[in-house]
C-alpha cells in the first residue's frame, strides 16, 4: 500500500506582502522566491513557484507578519 501524497496550493495577497522572506525561508519544499516586480507599495512580494512541490504544510501562512499568505488542500 502506498502513501498518498498530500498536494497543497497557497495564495499570496501581493499588495499585502512586504517581501520580507520568511515564507521563502520556512517552505520546506522550496515553493516560494520573491518577485521581479514590486506592488504598489514598492515591495517586491512573495510569488508561489515548483506549484507540484507544495504539501500544504502551511509553514509559510504561519510565519507571515502580514498575514498575507491563504494555504489550500487539493484532493
Known sequence: MQAKV??????????RCKGCKYCILTCPKGCIELSSNFNSSGYFP????????CIGCAMCAVVCPDIAIEVYLEE
Open 6 to 15: 498530500r498536494k497543497g496550493k497557497i495564495e499570496i495577497d501581493t499588495e
Open 46 to 53: 512573495a510569488c508561489f513557484i515548483n506549484q507540484d512541490n
